[in-house]
């Protein structure tokens, strides 16, 4: 089963692709999909949803597990980051992918086995459980992955 889970942001989109056979989790590709501050936000949104659909596209996964959206102080960033979340939904959609949603504390929950966990140690235990050498980079591929980890670990 491959799992893709994804950190929705307008700036930077961290995705990781899992793959769980049996007993054994492999990373099989992280990273960000990243879109400049001077484009038009609707080319923005144009060019994370085309990056989305063309990592569906590519590893065919069984689903698509996505942070829910946490509302802080900065409702300016929370409108995009719901635009953003609005791609990834349609780009599931089209191609019949199921989308399973995460709470920031359920992704801390399920990988290091306390809610409270901070983000060096969501990182570090990422390393741990999938092998990794280093902390994958920029923070929003190690949530990606992170994501997509939780939801491996749910279904289990």
Request: aromatic share 4%; with cysteine; charged share 20%.
């Amino acid at each position: 089963m491959i799992v893709i889970g994804i950190d929705p942001g307008l700036a930077r989109l961290g995705y990781g692709v899992l793959q769980a056979e049996r007993d054994t989790i492999t990373p099989i590709d992280y990273g960000c999909l990243q879109t400049p501050a001077q484009m038009p936000a609707g080319e923005r949104l144009l060019a994370q949803y085309n990056g989305v659909a063309a990592l569906l596209d590519r590893y065919q996964p069984a689903c698509l597990a996505l942070e829910q959206l946490f509302f802080t102080k900065n409702v300016t960033s929370a409108m995009s980051v719901s635009e953003v979340r609005g791609v990834i939904l349609l780009a599931a959609q089209q191609r019949q992918i199921p989308v399973i949603e995460y709470t920031p504390n359920q992704v801390k929950q399920a990988i290091t086995g306390s809610g409270r966990a901070d983000k060096r140690q969501v990182q570090e235990m990422i390393c741990r459980l999938l092998h990794l050498d280093a902390v994958p980079k920029p923070d929003d591929a190690a949530d990606g992955l992170s994501i997509a980890l939780c939801h491996i670990h749910v279904m289990r």
